[in-house]
């Protein structure tokens, strides 16, 4: 990180937060700012750690909307733009697919044409002042549709997107890279795989198992709960997006994964045997909460990534393993809950 102005949309969400509360101390002579709409999913209560750091500014706001964005681009005189905001809930993609095109492609396409007429001259030719100004989109590995049983994505993985989520996400990537072929932006992308951890929204699946089976209700399970997701520990996320931030090579991609497949019912199961641990009940195991649920339209089988590239070019490696993420997870999101009661 540079000791200039980096801005961070969806800074109060799930991996924004955590992303920000990690580097807003590490980097103290970097000015973060945080660009947010605060919808249901965020909350500025997960940058409470941060919320009165000298190199930390919150600004309420969409990244749609180009006249606020120019004027945040303006006033805190931005450098570089670390890509968040993003709607990424698959089932609410399917019940309201245009919220997602909005957020996800309007919204990508608004920054990237504020940060190139803000940043460079004309195509290929920065301004003095933002020769190394960069552009990070943080996307997903959704984009490249469903596996089967065996094989990795990886970065030469062609696009499938399967879900409005995705295929929205697959857009606003395409429209990173024209600006980097086109214009000669200095961009970055990241695609990850599935994200646990603290500030998760509740609607997620393993807060969702915590919380229901804290509260004794059903746990519900998609289909027969054998969708593989390969599960990646936030703070290893957000090192690795660090990484790319400050090593990567312009215009590539990186594909940022845990190397910790598990289908749906270990995970649910691996929880309810932590909280049988944690908090026992009197006279039940929480696996018998367990139940399964008509499964979600277009639901992907296995998402798994190959991070060799990442691993090998910038000395990246995740250092949570499932188990020890999770458990660290769970003892989280319990504290969370019992405090709320």
Same mark, same amino acid.
């Given at each position: 990180m540079s000791n200039k102005s980096v801005l961070v949309t969806g800074g109060a969400g799930f991996i924004g937060s955590n992303f920000l509360n990690y580097v807003v101390e590490k980097y103290p002579k970097t000015s973060f700012v945080c660009l947010d709409s605060v919808t249901y999913a965020g909350d500025v209560e997960n940058l409470n750690k941060i919320r009165k750091a000298k190199n930390f500014t919150f600004v309420h706001g969409d990244i749609c909307d180009r006249s606020l964005v120019e004027r945040v681009f303006h006033h805190y005189y931005i450098h570089d733009v670390i890509h968040f905001a993003a709607e990424s809930h698959v089932d609410n993609s399917i019940t309201n697919p245009d919220v997602f095109i909005e957020?996800?492609?309007?919204g990508t396409f608004? +920054? &990237?044409?504020?940060?190139?007429?803000k940043w460079m001259q004309k195509p290929f030719e920065s301004k003095t002042e933002f020769e190394k100004s960069r552009f990070l989109h943080v996307s997903t590995d959704e984009v490249y549709g469903s596996l089967g049983k065996t094989g990795l994505f990886t970065e030469e993985t062609p696009?499938?997107?399967n879900s409005p989520y995705s295929a929205s996400k697959a857009s606003s990537d395409f429209i990173v890279r024209s600006y980097f072929h086109t214009y000669g932006m200095n961009t970055v992308i990241t695609n990850c795989s599935n994200n646990y951890g603290p500030f998760q929204h509740d609607?997620? &699946? %393993?807060p969702t198992v915590i919380r229901k089976a804290l509260n004794e209700e059903n746990i519900p399970i998609y289909g027969d709960g054998k969708n593989i997701r390969d599960w990646l520990y936030v703070l290893d996320h957000c090192v690795g997006i660090e990484k790319a931030f400050n090593e990567g090579k312009a215009g590539e991609v990186y594909n940022i994964g845990g190397k910790n497949e598990r289908d749906n019912n270990y995970i649910a199961t691996k929880i309810c045997e %932590? +909280?049988?641990? +944690?908090?026992p009940l009197p006279s039940k195991s929480y696996k018998d909460l367990i139940t399964y649920v008509e499964?979600?339209?277009?639901?992907? *089988?296995?998402?798994a990534i190959d991070a060799s590239k %990442? =691993?090998?070019? &910038?000395?990246?490696?995740?250092?949570?393993? *499932? =188990?020890s993420g999770i458990l660290k997870t769970v003892q989280w999101y319990v504290n969370k809950y019992s405090n709320k009661k």
């Open positions: 957020t996800n492609v309007k608004t +920054l &990237l044409d504020v940060a190139y007429k696009y499938a997107p609607e997620k &699946l %393993i %932590i +909280l049988d641990e +944690l908090k499964d979600r339209a277009g639901h992907d *089988f296995r998402y %990442i =691993e090998n070019e &910038l000395n990246w490696e995740a250092q949570e393993n *499932f =188990e």
